[in-house]
Structure formats: C-alpha cells, structure tokens
C-alpha cells in the first residue's frame, strides 16, 4: 500500500504539532555530575509587569553535595535567588546571598511559596508557552544551560508540568522590587 506524498507530508505534520504542542507544558530535565535539574520554569506575570518568578527542582546526585550559585535568563536585566517567608501575616521575599544548598541525594524545590529565582526588569513580555533560555550556574557542576518554560499561574494550579499550585494569605510584600 503506498501513501501519496502529500498525505506523507500531512501525516508528519500532524505528529509534529502533536508533539510541540504537548511538550510546551510537559516537564523536562537536565542532569550532570552533581545534579539533577527538574522542569525549569517561569511563571507568566501580569501585564506590565516588571517582574516575574522561575521555579525548578534540584536533585543531588548520591556522594556529591553541590549549590547553585546563579541563575541567569536574558529575559530580565537580573536575576537573584530569593527566599519567601511570612512574617506577621505579611510574605516577604529576601535574596540568598550565599545560593542555595543541594546534599547529596535530597532534592530542593524553587516553586510558589517557597524558594524561586526572582527575575527583575524584565525586558519583553512572558508569553504563556514560549521557553526562554536561562544559564543555571554552580559551584561544583560549573555552568548549565537549560530552557524555561512560561507558563500561566492556572497551569501551575491545575498540575499541568509536574509542580505545584501556591495559595496567598494575607499581604504580600516584596521589598525593594515594586511589588506589593
């Protein structure tokens, strides 16, 4: 049985924009000697905002402790790793000045609520779906390039891409990034 060329063509096609379309929210990893990098991504900020948050997961590899130093992703002017905590029913976000910690064999999560990478002066919008890529830097691993992928606080809240939802209480206050 032969299939015309065109209905070849189409075929492809359709597995093409099947697979593209389902791996723009479908986690993804990258790994190295110390450790393992789970499903950056970036969540999708309000219009006109300045600001947005990435999130990922790091994994130690057994026998070898790491940190992750910086983060670099060339949608924003800079990046830093930030801690969250409640204070009086008031969240507030601090930099991590010394990175963040990864033993041998535990995994830490950057995601809502928690531990994130802050991007400031973002440079264009974040667009639901599009990847940005970013340079994850450590101190033993070295340099990592890996892809975030934007994606909508709903996507995050109904599962989609492996992570978590985050639910608000109280005040949210970021001190010195302009948000409230």
């Known amino acids: 049985m032969q299939m015309s060329a065109r209905r070849i063509v189409a075929a492809?096609?359709?597995v093409a924009m099947a697979?593209?379309?389902a791996g723009a929210s479908s986690a993804h990893e990258y790994e190295t000697d110390t450790v393992k990098i789970g499903h950056p991504w970036l969540r999708v900020p309000p219009p006109g905002a300045t600001v947005a948050a990435a999130y990922l997961s790091?994994?130690?590899?057994d026998g070898k402790d790491d940190r992750l130093v910086s983060v670099s992703i060339p949608v924003a002017e800079r990046t830093e790793l930030h801690t969250m905590t409640m204070d009086g029913g008031v969240m507030k976000m601090r930099p991590l000045e010394n990175g963040i910690e990864i033993e041998a064999?535990?995994?830490?999560?950057?995601?809502?609520?928690?531990?994130?990478?802050m991007l400031i002066g973002l440079t264009r919008p974040i667009v639901d779906g599009e990847r940005a890529k970013g340079l994850l830097t450590f101190e033993k691993a070295g340099e990592i390039e890996?892809?975030?992928?934007?994606?909508?606080?709903?996507d995050a809240m109904s599962g989609e891409g492996q992570h978590g939802g985050m639910q608000h209480g109280?005040?949210?206050?970021?001190e010195g990034h302009g948000m409230k």
């Not at 790091?58 to 590899?61: A, D, N, V």
């Not at 890996?146 to 709903?154: R, W």
Request: charged share 20%; net charge positive.
């Open 12 to 14: 492809l096609a359709l």
């Open 19 to 21: 697979f593209f379309s």
């Open 58 to 61: 790091l994994t130690g590899k």
């Open 105 to 117: 064999g535990k995994t830490v999560e950057l995601k809502p609520g928690g531990m994130h990478v």
């Open 146 to 154: 890996v892809e975030f992928v934007m994606q909508t606080m709903k």
């Open 170 to 174: 109280g005040d949210m206050k970021h």
